[in-house]
Each structure stands twice: as C-alpha cells, then as structure tokens.
C-alpha cells in the first residue's frame, strides 16, 4: 500500500509582503487618477459657485444701488467693526473700511404675472416686508411676480444695508455645536472642524426705528455725537451686529448674498514677527464713492434765449454727477491765443478753503506768482453782496450747489441795505431821462436815445461798479410809470421787453443791452416817460431788476469731485474647496449711478 505524501507549506512572510505591495502599487495607480479627478471636480465646483456667487451678488446690488433715491452718509466715518478670535483667546474688534453702505429705495409695488391670475381681481400692490414676495390674492398665491417702483417715486421708510460680519454672530455662545465668538477661517492653519466662524455678505431691509434692533450698549460718545439721537447713533454703530440685546434681532432679519458655507470675505494681515499676531483685517467686499476727475460741466439755460439772444452764455453748468463730499475743487479756465492759434496763457478760477470759508483763487499759466482770491462765496451767501470797488473790481464770481452738482453764475448784484429793504438793484429818475433826451435831440435829433446806463455797468459809481459783469439775459424786470394816455397814466407798470436786434420800443416797452447794461425806451419825441403819477404831484421812479453773470463765451468748467450719486462697488468673492482649503477668488468692479436721486 502507497502513501501519497502532501506538501502543506503556506506563503512565506516575504511572499506575502511582496503581494501586499504589489496589490497596494496597483490600487494606487488605479484609485489615484480616480482620486485626483474627483478633487479636480470639486475644485471646478468651487470655482463655478464663486463666479455664479459673484455675478449673482453684484446684480442684485448694482440694482439695488440703482434704483436708490438716497445713500445715507451716517456711516461715512464709522467703519463697520469685526471681531477676531486672538491666538490667546481674546476677541479683539478691528475696523472694515468701506464694508457697509446704507441707502433708501423707493416705495415698491408687486406686479402679478400669472396667467392664471384670478380674473377682476387687482395684480398690483404693496410690496410686504416677505424676501419672496407672493401675489396677495389668495386664489391666485403665485411667485410669478415682478417688483417695481411706485410712480410717481416716493421714499420708502426702510433703510437697506449691505455689509460684511460674521456667519455666527452671538457674542454669547452657549450652543458647544457652534463655532466660539469671533472670525476664525475654517480653512486658517490650525482650526479644528467646526471651529470656523468666517465672514459672509449680507443684505438687510430695515425699519430704522425698530426698537428690536436698537441696542442699548451704544456708546456714550457715539450718542454724543448724534446729538442724543438713539436712532442715528444705533445706526451708525461699528459694532450694531454683535450687541448681546440685538444680535438675535438681526441675526433673524439678514440674508447672506452668495453661498455662505464656504465664503470668507475678509484677508488677514499678519504681524512680520509674530506670525500668530493680526495686526489688521482688510475686506474683499468695498462700497466707495465714486471720485471724479477732470469732469467738464455741461452748460444749461433756465429758459430758451436763442431768439433773441443766439450768444449768451450759459448761466449754469451742470457736473455729471451731483451730491459731492466736502474737499471738492471746481474751477473756470480762460484761454487766451495767439495768432497762430497756440495757447498763450491759461487763467484759472478754481474754489478753494480760505479758513472756514470757501473762496474762489486765481492763478495765471505760465506765470510763477502766487494765486490770489478774487471773490468770497461764503461771505456772499452770507450777506448776498458783491465786494466790488473801481481799484479793484471783481473778476470772476460763481456759487456752487454741491447737492445738484451745480456751478451757478447767477448773482445778485443789490448791496445789503438793498436786499433788507427788498429793494430794485437801480431805481431811476423818469425827468433825468426825458432831459438827457432832449438835450441830445436839440444837438443831433438822428442819434438822439432815450437811454441809461445800469449802476452795476457805470464806473462812476464806484461802490456797486461791477467791470467784468454781464447780465443774465431774461432775468431783468423793468417796471416803470404807464406810457399810456388815460386815467391809468403814470401808474407802475411792468415793462414788455422788445429783442435788440428789432426795431425802436414803443409806449410801455423797452430795449437792453445785456453786455453793456444800457437801458432804452421809446426814441419818439412825443413819447416822454410819466414824471409824476395822473392825479398826484409824487415822483414815479423806474425800478430795475437783473441778475449778472461773470462768465464768458469760452470759458470751461471743470471739477474734481467725489460724488454719493455714483458707488462704486468691488466684490472680492473668495469660495474654498472645503476638501483642500484652497481659495478661488473673483473680483468684479462696477460703479452704478443712483439714478434717482433727485438733484
């Protein structure tokens, strides 16, 4: 009988070793483009969801800000403030410049577009405080609808607010599931999971004057500020998002523009030495107000002249954009040529600050001297007269209406004691017309002219003699004694005027020369002006009123200016792959004009 011997030794330790490096070499190079493929997708999605988050955001602001009647200036000098968790444990606030912008939209109305909307039932009306609105009709229900400004434009009561602040805002954390009080990246070195408190956009519609969102932890210095307002203080406070009274009261109100989970909109500026140590946070959403630079004024009239006057100079200049911030500059250029139409000199009129009063200086290029105030506008507002004497007459005079981006050329050239008596700027003797005339018609009847020449333009009267002035044509108002035989002769009438460029003015009519200021009235012998009034022995004397310019044809206007009617809005999205933590920005710039402002 044989006996079949069996081999039963199993894989040595080595052979085994040897598969399991084979297998694992092999699965590598299976699993890894698998791998890196799926991580590639994941860092596409992330860059897809920060262009759509980007461009989503900066449509829904850019129409927001442009339909706006109002941007709110209460926050201009109190930047929205953060607080960072320290290394230590510490939550330390540090200022957001241009992170926040408060404006008013006008009051809106909710369009149904529904097809199936209920029949005889209304499709527009008031839109609620919903984020979504409905169709209110309860048959209908529909999200079909369209928002739309009431017309005419009319205010809202309710302010909206974009700002950055924290994804979690309780300063008061309880919850071991959220992260701690205070801006802690979830993709920052060293930051356990769930430990991130990133910084997300927001957008809020507020009533102002909700008590909810008025915290009582207002400063003493900020209440000060606004004079005692609660309200104002409140609104303009750096910190309103993080009080522990009001964070609820927010935190319920605000929704978060792009996709929150996986935004952090905010760069931290690290000390060179210390690593660990934040020395400033810098935000990658701003709203600024749009500068303006070397913006020619557009020149415009208040009535239309050309029919009589095809040469006048515009009166008022109007800027691209209105409602300037102070430190503005403003000035009229005047070009002087020479014979082969080269530029000799240049003279510029540009505003300026001379102590607390804004004054207009002159400077002459090329010429090395120092620039000199030729006129004072403050002092003119002030007391609405034009300094002028013979030795030293007013070159070039303008106010500015920085709210309606204005440069206007009209001034009144009454002195004091003529606008507190509400006085004509010339008041002028019939009789001393009537025998200037007759004087003139004994020597040479042909030329003879019933005329004056205004005090403003007569530089024998020194102290309202203006030299450089014009008047502004259409602002004169003659009103003079009734020319007209009858009872009502010599009764104040007002005067029709006749174009210059036509015939001789008849009874009741007049003549001027807007350049020369010279005044004319009927050169007919018979056609004397009234001395007295019918039926009284008293004086009627002629009362003239005008306006006057000092600008010229030719002049330019140009300004530097920082306007809140254009916003100029640079979105910084910054998405992360949760996977790798690493960062996909988008910047977008877009400045918007708010276009309803009203000017």
């Known amino acids: 009988m044989f006996t079949i011997a069996r081999n039963n030794r199993g894989f040595t330790l080595i052979e085994l070793l040897v598969v399991i490096a084979i297998s694992t070499i092999l699965m590598g190079l299976v699993l890894y483009p698998v791998v890196k493929s799926f991580q590639m997708t994941r860092s596409a999605t992330a860059m897809v969801e920060s262009q759509d988050a980007a461009r989503s955001s900066m449509e829904n602001i850019s129409r927001d800000l442009g339909e706006a009647m109002d941007i709110l200036d209460w926050t201009s000098d109190e930047p929205i403030e953060l607080p960072v968790l320290m290394s230590n444990g510490d939550v330390q606030y540090f200022k957001l410049p241009d992170a926040k ?87 920052d070195k060293n930051t356990q999971t769930n430990e991130g408190n990133q910084v997300v956009l927001y957008r809020v519609e507020f009533d102002p004057t909700d008590t909810d969102l008025l915290s009582s932890e207002i400063s003493e210095a900020l209440l000060n500020k606004f004079g005692g307002d609660r309200v104002q203080a409140n609104l303009a406070d750096p910190q309103f998002f993080y009080h522990r009274d009001t964070w609820r009261a927010w935190a319920q109100k605000v929704r978060i523009m792009g996709v929150g989970k996986y935004e952090d909109l905010v760069l931290p500026i690290y000390n060179d030495v210390d690593p660990d140590r934040i020395d400033a946070m810098e935000p990658t959403v701003t709203f600024r107000y749009a500068s303006i630079d070397n913006d020619t004024f557009t020149g415009t009239f208040s009535t239309d002249k050309s029919f009589e006057y095809p040469d006048a100079v515009p009166s008022v200049f109007r800027a691209s954009y209105a409602y300037w911030l102070p430190d503005y500059s403003t000035g009229v250029y005047q070009y002087e040529y020479n014979d082969d139409g080269s ?7 540009y505003t300026g600050s001379d102590g607390p009063n804004l004054v207009i200086y002159k400077k002459v290029y090329p010429d090395n001297t120092d620039p000199q105030i030729v006129f004072d506008i403050t002092q003119y507002l002030t007391d609405g007269q034009i300094t002028s004497n013979s030795s030293d007459a007013v070159e070039m005079a303008f106010t500015v209406d920085e709210g309606r981006g204005l440069i206007n050329f009209v001034l009144d050239p009454r002195t004091i004691a003529q606008r507190n008596a509400n006085e004509p700027v010339c008041t002028i003797d019939p009789a001393r017309i009537n025998a200037t005339f007759k004087t003139q018609y004994n020597a040479d009847r042909g030329s003879a002219r019933r005329a004056y020449l205004l005090d403003t333009f007569n530089p024998s009267m020194t102290s309202v003699y203006l030299k450089y002035a014009r008047i502004v044509p259409g602002s004169e108002r003659v009103v003079g004694p009734n020319m007209t035989p009858g009872p009502a002769y010599g009764v104040l009438v007002q005067y029709e005027r006749v174009p210059f460029t036509l015939g001789d003015p008849g009874l009741n009519q ?47 206007v140009r300004g530097d200016y920082v306007t809140k009617s254009a916003i100029t809005i640079h979105l910084g999205m910054r998405m992360f792959d949760p996977d790798a933590g690493k960062s996909h920005s988008v910047d977008l710039t877009n400045t918007v004009k708010v276009r309803n402002a009203l000017r």
Not at 103 to 121: A, D, I, Q, R
Not at 343 to 349: G, W
Not at 541 to 552: A, E
Request: net charge negative.
């Open 343 to 349: 530029v000799n000199t240049t003279t510029v009129y």
């Open 101 to 187: 912008i408060d404006f008013v939209l006008p009051k809106m109305m909710v369009h149904c577009n529904n097809p199936s909307h209920t029949g005889g039932e209304p499709r527009d009306f008031p839109r609620g405080d919903e984020a979504l609105p409905r169709c209110q009709i309860s048959t209908c229900n529909s999200t079909d609808v369209e928002v739309r400004p009431k017309l005419p434009l009319e205010q809202d009561s309710k302010v909206v607010r974009y700002f950055l602040g924290l994804r979690y805002n309780n300063p008061n954390v309880t919850d071991t599931s959220l992260p701690k009080f205070g801006w802690k990246s979830p993709w």
């Open 510 to 556: 007049y003549k001027i020369n807007y350049d020369t200021g010279e005044l004319f009235f009927s050169p007919e012998y018979d056609q004397n002006l009234p001395e007295i009034s019918n039926g009284a022995n008293s004086y009627v004397p002629i009362r003239v009123d005008y306006r006057v310019q000092f600008n010229r044809d030719g002049d330019v």
